[in-house]
């Protein structure tokens, strides 16, 4: 479990997230979703531990970010790091070993290759291999179907499936809102700092409409296409 509680992230006067209170069971997979500038990374970094915020965010660890896998939208890779040395170095953070990387090369990766020459996608298919080999009790995936083709986008969401058969807590992110219907037990929409409906699966596809009529309206027909 991870109880947010009266959480506020500010950058100068800025206030980037507003009083969120909100919680994540084991088992279950939350969406966040929201426009850019939102807040959704900013309360994932926060939940990470990689802010500093005011408010309290509490675990059932004693220090949470040691048993939390964290998937950036951007992954960071050393410049003379190559697939597998980059896994190992993501492990041996949590004392873990790779076993047999062959076999366990869910996105069949060149891992003798430097890290840095793979495409966006490549990137975050090694990072979402080594965080899931590090065994966490949590994740939080912050676009992880973002530049990845169609094959590996239909793994990452059976292996959020079985995240949560395994009872790891899951917290995702997407612009693709079909991903999230797919894989998520609730929804949270995050609009300026400020979490304004929470949905079940039952009122998915309501909130899919509602933010496209938010998004959309009137703006295609008044542009004026010809």
Same mark, same amino acid.
């Given at each position: ?16 997230? *507003? ?7 084991? +088992? @279950? ?9 939102? +807040? ?14 005011? +408010? ?6 004693? %220090? ?31 004392? %873990? ?19 840095? /020459? ?34 590996? *986008? ?9 995240? @949560?058969?395994? +009872? ?25 700092? *400020?979490?304004? @409906? /929470?949905?079940? %699966? ?25």
């Amino acid at each position: 479990m991870i109880k947010i509680e009266n959480l506020i992230k500010k950058y100068g006067s800025k206030v980037v997230l *507003n009083n969120i209170n909100m919680s994540f069971g084991k +088992g @279950k997979v939350i969406g966040i979703v929201g426009e850019n500038g939102a +807040g959704k990374t900013t309360l994932f970094r926060c939940i990470a531990g990689l802010e500093k915020y005011s +408010g309290t965010i509490s675990s059932d660890f004693d %220090k949470l970010r040691n048993h939390l896998g964290f998937l950036p939208t951007v992954p960071f890779f050393f410049s003379k790091t190559t697939g597998s040395e980059y896994i190992r170095l993501i492990c041996n953070a949590r004392s %873990k070993k790779t076993g047999d990387l062959n076999q366990r090369n869910l996105f069949e990766l060149p891992l003798n290759q430097y890290a840095s /020459t793979y495409s966006t996608g490549m990137k975050k298919k090694l990072a979402f291999t080594a965080v899931l080999m590090q065994e966490n009790s949590c994740y939080i995936l912050d676009e992880p179907f973002n530049g990845v083709d169609i094959q590996s *986008n239909i793994i990452i969401g059976n292996i959020i499936h079985q995240l @949560k058969e395994l +009872g790891k807590t899951v917290i995702i992110s997407s612009h693709i809102f079909s991903t999230l219907s797919d894989t998520c037990d609730e929804i949270h929409h995050l609009k300026e700092g *400020n979490i304004i @409906k /929470t949905v079940g %699966k039952e009122n998915f596809s309501k909130l899919e409409d509602e933010m496209k009529l938010a998004t959309v309206g009137n703006k295609v027909v008044n542009f004026g296409l010809k």
